[in-house]
T-cell receptor, first 113, second 117 residues
Framework: NAGVTQTPKFRVLKTGQSMTLLCAQDMNHEYMYWYRQDPGMGLRLIHYSVGEGTTAKGEVPDGYNVSRLKKQNFLLGLESAAPSQTSVYFCASSSGGATGELFFGEGSRLTVL | GESVGLHLPTLSVQEGDNSIINCAYS??????FIWYKQESGKGPQFIIDIRSNMDKRQGQRVTVLLNKTVKHLSLQIAATQPGDSAVYFC????????????????FGSGTQLTVLP
């Protein structure tokens, strides 16, 4: 059982370049999330999705776009990367319900030069 | 704004001793709290959760205590082992206004637990 898989795991971009991070989950979860983690800080929610075809803004959505065309996939896009977007990005999924436990991927480290 | 924070950024304990990691929260409307463990180079991993209608919850070697009066959360790890070395995050849940059961978690900055031999 793979759980939550993120690709790529590492990427270096130049300012202004675009890229997409892919998150795939095989647990049939309805809810998916993208977080960023910066040194000395907790995870901050960028965008999330409550189901296929839906997306919503989180705490820090500016500069990012997302899409959930298939239930198992949640894509995070950077149209014009900036150095401030250098971070470790984590995808998570959950089934919802009473517990709301989030299952996280192993992270994607992005460096913007 | 409201936030979740931790009292200490680092904690070192001897192997076999008990560990206590503390967390303060300020959102009185939060109804659900979670502790996550993050090992180096990995994503956060769920440890234990507690709802606001409870004061204490126990798991395997871990106990979470919730004091709503002073908005304080703690994680107790019994007989700490080397494998417990990690960063521990508390998170509070702000239920989405119109997003069903989607959990908008607010994470603290984390406490680095180091287990000494």
């Amino acid at each position: 059982n793979a759980g939550v898989t993120q690709t790529p795991k590492f990427r270096v971009l130049k300012t202004g370049q675009s890229m997409t991070l892919l998150c795939a989950q095989d647990m049939n979860h309805e809810y998916m999330y993208w977080y960023r983690q910066d040194p000395g800080m907790g995870l901050r929610l960028i965008h999330y999705s409550v189901g296929e075809g839906t997306t919503a803004k989180g705490e820090v959505p500016d500069g990012y776009n997302v899409s959930r065309l298939k239930k198992q996939n949640f894509l995070l896009g950077l149209e014009s990367a900036a150095p401030s977007q250098t971070s470790v990005y984590f995808c998570a999924s959950s089934s919802g319900g009473a517990t709301g436990e989030l299952f996280f991927g192993e992270g994607s480290r992005l460096t913007v030069l | 704004g409201e936030s979740v924070g931790l009292h200490l950024p680092t904690l070192s304990v001897q192997e076999g001793d008990n560990s206590i990691i503390n967390c303060a929260y300020s959102n009185s409307a939060s109804d659900y709290f979670i502790w996550y463990k993050q090992e180096s180079g990995k994503g956060p991993q769920f440890i234990i959760d507690i709802r606001s209608n409870m004061d204490k919850r126990q798991g395997q070697r871990v106990t979470v205590l919730l004091n709503k009066t002073v908005k304080h959360l703690s994680l107790q790890i019994a007989a700490t082992q080397p494998g417990d070395s990690a960063v521990y995050f508390c998170a509070e849940n702000r239920r989405g206004i119109s997003s069903g059961s989607a959990r908008q978690l607010t994470f603290g900055s984390g406490t680095q637990l180091t287990v000494l031999p």
